[in-house]
C-alpha cells in the first residue's frame, strides 16, 4: 500500500537503484529483474507503472544526474561574467558529470541506435540550441561572442558536442578525440567564438580516459 500512497518517492527509489546498478555493472548487463531485486519486494508491474521501459528508466537517471542549477532548471542561471564565460562554465561542468557519462556510455547497443541517435540530433536542435542561444545572445550583447549567427551557432555548438563528440566518444581512439576536439577549438577560433579553452580540451580528455578505464 505504501507504494502507492507514495508514488513519487517510489519512482525515486527505482531510479535510484537503476543508477547504482547501471554504473556497477553497465546498463547492457542490467535486467529489469535486476532492478526489483534491488527494490526490496516490489514488483515487476509497479516498475511499469512508473516507467514504460528500461531505456527510459535510463533516459531519466541520465536527466537527474545532470548539471541542473539549485532550483532543478537545465538552461537557466548560468554562472560567469560574460554570456561566452557562462557557457564555458556550463560546458565544463556537463564534462565532469563522470557519472552520468558512465551510465549513458555503458548503454553501447542504445548508442548504435538509429533511433537514439535520431532522437539526440532533434533534441539538440529543438531544446537545446534554443536555451543556449539565451546565452549567446548575451554574449553578443557584451562583446564576449562575435557573430552575426546566434541561431545557427547556438544549433552548431549542440550538435558538434552532443551528436558529433557526445554520442561518439567511445567510438574514438585518444588521438582521434585529441584531433576532433582541437579541430573544433580551431573553428570556434577562427569564427571569434572561442568556448574551447585549454580547461575544456583537458575536461573532455580526461572524461574519455575515466570512461575508457570502466571499459
Wanted: charged content about 25%; hydrophobic content about 40%; aromatic content about 12%.
Amino acid at each position: 500500500m505504501a507504494r502507492n500512497k507514495y508514488p513519487e518517492e517510489t519512482r525515486k527509489k527505482i531510479l535510484a537503484v537503476a543508477r547504482d546498478l547501471f554504473y556497477e555493472k553497465g546498463y547492457d548487463n542490467t535486467t529489469i529483474q535486476d532492478i526489483i531485486d534491488g527494490l526490496g519486494g516490489l514488483t515487476k508491474g509497479v516498475i511499469y507503472h512508473h516507467f514504460k521501459s528500461k531505456n527510459d528508466i535510463l533516459e531519466q537517471v541520465i536527466e537527474t544526474l545532470g548539471v541542473p542549477d539549485e532550483q532543478g532548471n537545465w538552461y537557466e542561471n548560468w554562472q560567469g561574467e560574460t554570456g561566452l564565460e557562462k557557457i564555458r562554465l556550463q560546458l565544463l561542468k556537463s564534462l565532469q558529470t563522470f557519472e552520468r557519462y558512465a551510465i549513458l556510455y555503458s548503454a553501447e547497443v542504445l548508442l548504435k541506435s538509429p533511433r537514439m541517435i535520431g532522437e539526440a540530433y532533434l533534441s539538440s536542435l529543438n531544446e537545446g540550441a534554443g536555451y543556449l542561444q539565451v546565452y549567446i545572445d548575451e554574449g553578443i550583447a557584451d562583446g564576449s561572442i562575435v557573430t552575426e549567427f546566434p541561431k545557427e551557432l547556438s544549433e552548431f555548438v549542440c550538435l558538434t558536442m552532443d551528436v558529433w563528440f557526445g554520442l561518439n566518444i567511445v567510438r574514438y581512439s585518444r588521438e582521434e578525440l585529441e584531433n576532433k576536439m582541437r579541430f573544433l577549438q580551431h573553428i570556434f577560433q577562427s569564427i571569434q567564438v572561442p568556448i574551447i579553452d585549454e580547461t575544456i580540451l583537458n575536461a573532455a580528455f580526461n572524461l574519455y580516459d575515466y570512461i575508457q578505464s570502466r571499459r
